[in-house]
């Protein structure tokens, strides 16, 4: 699975060799700066996110109809007229060009992750290599610092 | 990383063990269908992102095609549309839209072109921010509105928030579940199933498209943004297929419930209403637009001006454009390196069609990430 490791470990560095190409460093997603390059962040350089990219982050104070919310470190203030629920402090919300969307219970976090574990299920009897692609995860990072 | 429960998630979701299990699960699938290839199509620029970045084509199976539909808000923004904006640039109104529509071209010129010309082109990141530019002047100031439902629903939001009076909004959003009918009409069609965006299913819920499904014997999955989220709803997605449950699932479960968010969908409703409409590339899809309801006229930038296009529409056809195949690989019939101008003529600097102008379109996407990347292993 040589393939499926590198494409899960390595498209940032082939993203990066791409935009050298390309003349500059692109402004995407986890673009160069950004504390977590898996993730997408609000800083200026990563404005050129897709219209229909939902981000979520953690509600760190509300005024009015207006919430400031951590996405990540970034601080931004993201309006409240949209979500169909109260939003308290510490809730996640999804927020989507400047409007929170939704409002993310904890726990569905987590059943997301029960519900991939139960697709997967089913192929269990399978040679998984998980094992030799975090080893290999883990050499990749070592290697980048 | 804080302690924050998105970086426990985070590290989970890009566990190549998991993905592994997946991909195996997609091979047997797609083997047990026993025709190849097997074509699904999703209609979301942020998930041809995600397919592109992590380079998941290389690790699907020989037998299945993923190819995106018209899922890029930017790109299928009509001609006729941008040339409004441009018109009422050009007239001397304030326009302000977002990054995305700028260089979009029109008949004649983009919005950046008008802006050379000595037009005042704002790009703003939220519709708040235009509500913005517009309280702090006495000066008309139009919203040059684009998007998807998602974003509609932002538009709808600042006009029920009673906006200043130099406000008012053009209208170019768009509503994708029309947009999904008119392909699974078409008679070269061979998609044989659909991933939904999940921040559109966010708002309207995944209940929408169940009809939608048992009429085309299309089941739809609702799919999330990382890529154990698009691997696990194309697994779904074969299910489906195997079992002929043509039907809606939810393979989002964490944002996306059946139901949807229903106030959102109420000011949705309330604001704007469905029209026939064109989209680029595509032609005109009944009901794909949407446009504001008579009772806001007063804030809608048609009634408002008189917007006169005649000038910018003279023009006849470069033949460049002509050579353009963004209508067909916006209804996934071809791929962007099948496109004579895709890296050549067209590239992101100096666009041609609208697929190479917006960071969710299909080609820039491939141009940017490479579309089916040489991984080694993969096909």
Request: one cysteine or more; a neutral charge.
């Amino acid at each position: 699975m040589q393939g499926l490791a590198r494409a899960f470990i390595l498209p940032d560095r082939g993203r990066r060799r791409r935009a050298r190409l390309a003349g500059r460093l692109l402004p995407v997603v986890g673009a160069e700066g950004c504390r977590n390059p898996w993730l997408p962040c609000l800083q200026p350089t990563c404005y050129d996110l897709g219209m229909c990219l939902g981000i979520p982050g953690k509600v760190i104070g509300i005024d009015g109809m207006e919430a400031t919310v951590d996405f990540f470190g970034v601080r931004r203030q993201v309006r409240l007229d949209v979500v169909d629920e109260p939003v308290a402090l510490g809730d996640y919300v999804l927020n989507h060009v400047g409007f929170a969307i939704r409002r993310i219970p904890e726990s569905e976090v987590a059943e997301t992750l029960k519900l991939f574990e139960e697709l997967a299920a089913a192929e269990k009897e399978q040679d998984l290599l998980a094992a030799d692609l975090r080893a290999e995860l883990a050499a990749t990072q070592e290697r980048k610092k | 990383m804080s302690a924050q429960t998105g970086g426990v998630a985070e590290l989970k979701f890009r566990d190549p063990g998991h993905a592994r299990e997946l991909t195996t699960a997609l091979a047997r699938l797609v083997q047990g269908l026993h025709r190849a290839p097997v074509t699904l199509m999703h209609v979301c620029g942020t998930h041809e992102q995600a397919i592109a970045r992590f380079g998941l084509r290389s690790s699907l199976p020989p037998g299945l095609r993923v190819i995106m539909g018209p899922g890029c808000p930017v790109c299928v923004t009509d001609l006729g549309e941008v040339d409004e904006g441009v018109a009422l640039a050009l007239q001397g109104v304030r326009i302000a839209t977002y990054g995305d529509m700028v260089k979009l071209p029109g008949s004649s010129k983009s919005l950046a072109d008008a802006q050379a010309e000595g037009a005042r082109v704002e790009v703003v990141y939220s519709a708040t921010q235009a509500v913005e530019l517009a309280r702090a002047s006495d000066e008309p100031v139009v919203f040059f509105a684009s998007g998807f439902e998602t974003t509609a629903v932002t538009t709808a939001a600042i006009l029920l928030a009673k906006p200043p009076a130099n406000f008012s909004v053009l209208s170019a959003h768009k509503y994708v579940p029309p947009a999904m009918e008119a392909v699974a009409c078409l008679p070269e069609t061979r998609v044989e199933g659909f991933l939904a965006a999940g921040h559109a299913a966010v708002i309207t819920g995944y209940g929408l498209f169940e009809d939608f499904a048992r009429r085309h014997h299309t089941p739809v999955v609702v799919a999330g943004f990382e890529p154990l989220d698009i691997l696990a709803a194309l697994v779904k997605l074969l299910e489906m297929i195997r079992d002929r449950d043509y039907g809606a699932a939810n393979a989002y479960p964490r944002c996306v419930t059946r139901e949807g968010n229903r106030h959102a969908q109420e000011s949705l409703w309330r604001v704007f209403e469905s029209a026939d409409g064109p989209w680029r590339g595509i032609g005109v899809i009944p009901n794909g637009n949407l446009q504001l309801r008579k009772e806001w006229a007063a804030l809608d930038a048609r009634r408002r001006f008189r917007i006169d296009v005649s000038g910018l529409q003279q023009k006849a056809r470069s033949e460049l454009s002509r050579r353009c195949l963004c209508g067909k690989i916006m209804v996934g019939l071809v791929e962007p390196t099948d496109c004579p101008l895709f890296g050549r003529e067209c590239v992101p600097e100096s666009p041609v069609g609208a697929c190479m102008v917006s960071s969710e379109g299909t080609c820039k996407i491939w141009y940017q990430y490479g579309g089916r990347p040489d991984l080694g292993g993969g096909t």
